[in-house]
């Protein structure tokens, strides 16, 4: 799903920060593991007629400088005495960690032997974070279709509480059936036919992205992903943070120190060609109505809310075009409320707001919305259900040339996961007129 809040991204499918507002809060929760004292080896036999090395002492904890293993001892009338236990440190905390020193051993009439120190630990590997999802929608642009297919879902985790954070699954093929994530062409996303990874605007760093380097997903037999209908699980999902490159191929690699998630198991259902509801039982009740589009879904209520624009920005994204404007008077809590408009294509023309393609949010070209923080960590959403849109002839709204009107749009709440389901009893806002012209 596309989502902002406070001037953050949905990436791909929402909003990245532009830097003027939100959440400024430090979310780094990233701990090293915990570190393990390895036992130190046993010391040597004697040479000759020595007596048998004492056992050795054990070795110093990994991490930051270890504490000696202690040498062992031997007492001998001849020869020389046993080596002491090379003692392997434990798994330290990321940094350097070195070994503790060797004991020398007692002899009498021989050479004191030096017994070697317990080894360094390693350093800790990356923390990993727990990562749920929920929401499922299919949000291929319309200049994908048939070409791949872009499912995505809102998920969180507590590596950055209370952030925007998207999960995609991106098909580049037909194929149904089992496959591995993070092996053979799934390893990078340079190759990746199965693609699953998250986006995260975090503090600091509007586009956090984690690939899925292990797990498994299935989809059913059934399923035609590349044409928005798919029944499918990811189960226990492994990221590691990774960059993509600029330029093609886009080839993933991971970040040095990044954080990773862990154990995400998910289920997605997505079938635009369902009936709507159940079918009513023969002489009894009716099956329930399902979720259907915004077409006649809305009874437009007479009293909604009265709002303004402010100055509307431009905030590049790698597929769409996305626009900004405060929304007025504040409604909601100290952060501000805002208008967003997003373009999935260079159309121009008048268009009616929430009507045909863009009655759905997982399908509209031109998507009008609005979001209210309230004390959620998703706010109140707002979706554009009637209006007009007139994009003027010259602008290419997905690269920030827009010159546009926006008039008598009706905005109304929906569910804020999926963006699609109208709130029972909900709000609705109303703007009269809106003007956008950049740059």
Known sequence: MKRFSTLTMLIGIGLLATGACGDDGDDDDTNAGKPRAGNAGR??????????AARAGKAGRGGSAGLAGKGGSEITTAGRSGRGGNGAGGEGQAGESRGGTGGSGIVIGGAS???DGGTGGESG???????TAHGWGDITPSSGRGLYAKYASFFESSAFPGRDAVLELWTFLPDTG????????????????????????DVGNPNRIFFADAGVLTIDDASEPIDGVIEANITNAHFVEVTVA?????????VD???CLEGLTTHISIDPNAPPGGAGGAGGQGGAGGEGGYAGAFDLPDDCIEVSSGTWIFDLQPTYGLYLSAIGPN????EQDLFALEFFGNAVGTTRIGHDVDSRFSTCERCFLANIPDNTSDGLW?????GTLTVDAGSTPMSGTLSATATDVTLMQVNPYTLETPVENGACLHLTTATIALP
């Open 331 to 334: 409604l909601g809590s100290s």
């Open 43 to 52: 010391g040597g036999s004697a040479s000759g007629a020595g007596g048998t």
């Open 178 to 201: 089992r496959f591995e994530l993070g092996k053979d062409d799934n390893k990078n996303w340079a190759t990746c036919m199965q693609c699953v990874i998250a986006r995260v605007d």
């Open 382 to 386: 707002f979706f554009g259900v009637d």
């Open 257 to 259: 120190g990044g954080i």
């Open 246 to 254: 600029d330029t093609y191929p886009y080839a993933s690699t991971p």
């Open 113 to 115: 032997g030096a017994g």
């Open 125 to 131: 590997g990356p923390s990993c974070f727990g990562a």
